[in-house]
């Protein structure tokens, strides 16, 4: 017996291990301001360790897409959950900076994959009119992760169960998450419980080379497409690593807060991030709907989202922190609205068979573009202030806006075959 609606069970299941991943990944930032000085993990080391971290997960942006492409998504999500988790709870066993960069390599190394493969498993499951809504939904999962981090790690478990134990608990996540992906998802074409209505609202998306080999990645490096997306993630992805990695240290060295006042306050841009999300999918989605062509819902989204994220110049000279985490929390439903739409762009322009390798060459763009970025953040912190690095990550943003619509041209599905040429 089919299941309806089986697609949006699908993106719920890529909601919540995304969701995990970032409480994962979160509990880094947050914990650090507990144990960083009793490890002797100064500002600078801790710099370090997120610059390890990005190493790992740019190096596995492409080498988790070309998996994905190859080998699908239930094996693809089972080998990058297990790696994170093994590592996640490894970080509870630390004893300084060696170890501690050792277990954040590997946590990046594994999680890295979650976001290559999560545009690949939206591509094969929805129509284009809904991949919007679909990447929005398994975005916000991302900020739901930054909202519940902080009060699950900083507000109860650290106080409760100490650092050390709260590594252990939040890493075991996922692998209660894994149980249920294997049982329930199997690709489009092989699924027992997809229904006929179903199937035939998806497949019409897809083109005739959906279920073909990947094309070779030299070949979508001669595209204008894919570097118009390599771009755009270039520039843009390190603003929000930026709050990801720093927000806490910001909040305790520039506005003074313990680490109980972070997880009880840290959490609110994360919110706005995830009603970002949804919106942006939201707003393109009705756009399509409202009879615009995927290439206008695309720009004005990606647009009205890249005037937002400046906001992050104003947070800075906030007198209050209720004041600055109101300016950071524009800048990050600004980044999740664009961030919901640029992840979509390699399944509006390429066949599900090319989805996951563009999108990990994107993500491997971002990565390189983010340990660049926060390798500097330290010492541009120490010599200049945080209001400096704040100033210099919102003014990227629509500069990359205009980039992405000039080289990347007019967005629209392209066929992949022996006579693809640069155009």
């Given at each position: 017996m089919g299941i309806r609606g089986l697609r949006w069970y699908i993106v719920g299941l890529i909601f919540a291990i995304t969701c995990?991943?970032?409480?994962?990944?979160?509990?880094?930032?947050?914990?650090?301001?507990?144990?960083?000085?009793?490890?002797?993990?100064?500002?600078?080391?801790?710099?370090?360790?997120?610059?390890?971290?990005?190493?790992?997960?740019?190096?596995s942006q492409a080498l988790s897409g070309r998996l994905y492409d190859r080998f699908g998504a239930r094996i693809g999500f089972s080998v990058s959950v297990i790696i994170w988790c093994v590592a996640a709870m490894a970080h509870g066993l630390i004893r300084g900076y060696m170890s501690f960069a050792v277990c954040s390599f590997f946590l990046g190394l594994g999680e890295a994959g979650n976001w290559p493969g999560a545009a690949k498993v939206i591509a094969e499951w929805f129509p284009q009119h809904e991949r919007a809504t679909g990447m929005a939904v398994f975005n916000a999962g991302a900020s739901m992760g930054g909202v519940l981090a902080p009060l699950l790690v900083a507000r109860w478990l650290d106080p409760a169960i100490g650092w050390r134990n709260t590594f252990f608990l939040v890493g075991c996540l996922g692998f209660f998450w894994l149980a249920a992906w294997l049982i329930i998802y199997r690709p489009v074409d092989r699924h027992p419980r997809l229904t006929t209505e179903e199937r035939e609202l998806i497949e019409p998306g897809h083109t005739s080379s959906t279920y073909l080999p990947a094309p070779p990645t030299s070949q979508l490096l001669r595209l204008r497409q894919t570097w118009g997306i390599l771009i755009a993630r270039f520039l843009v992805d390190p603003v929000w690593w930026l709050y990801v990695l720093w927000l806490p240290t910001y909040l305790k060295d520039a506005r003074h807060l313990d680490i109980k006042a972070i997880g009880a306050s840290a959490w609110v841009p994360y919110l706005a991030a995830a009603v970002g999300a949804l919106f942006g999918g939201w707003l393109a989605g009705h756009l399509i709907r409202a009879r615009f062509s995927v290439n206008g819902a695309r720009v004005i989204t990606i647009s009205l989202a890249a005037c937002m994220m400046p906001f992050g110049v104003f947070a800075g000279h906030a007198a209050t922190t209720a004041g600055a985490l109101t300016c950071i929390a524009v800048v990050l439903f600004g980044f999740q609205m664009w961030i919901s739409n640029v992840q979509t762009l390699p399944s509006d322009f390429f066949p599900t068979n090319a989805v996951g390798t563009v999108a990990g060459l994107g993500g491997m763009a971002a990565g390189i573009a983010s340990i660049i970025f926060i390798h500097y953040t330290a010492p541009m912190v120490e010599r200049f202030g945080y209001n400096f690095v704040l100033t210099v990550a919102s003014a990227v943003p629509p500069v990359a806006a205009i980039l992405l619509f000039l080289v990347a041209g007019r967005i629209q599905q392209l066929e992949l075959d022996s006579s693809t040429r640069p155009e």
């Open positions: 995990i991943n970032y409480i994962d990944r979160s509990s880094i930032g947050l914990l650090v301001t507990d144990f960083g000085g009793r490890l002797g993990i100064t500002r600078e080391l801790y710099g370090n360790v997120g610059t390890v971290l990005l190493c790992a997960y740019t190096i």
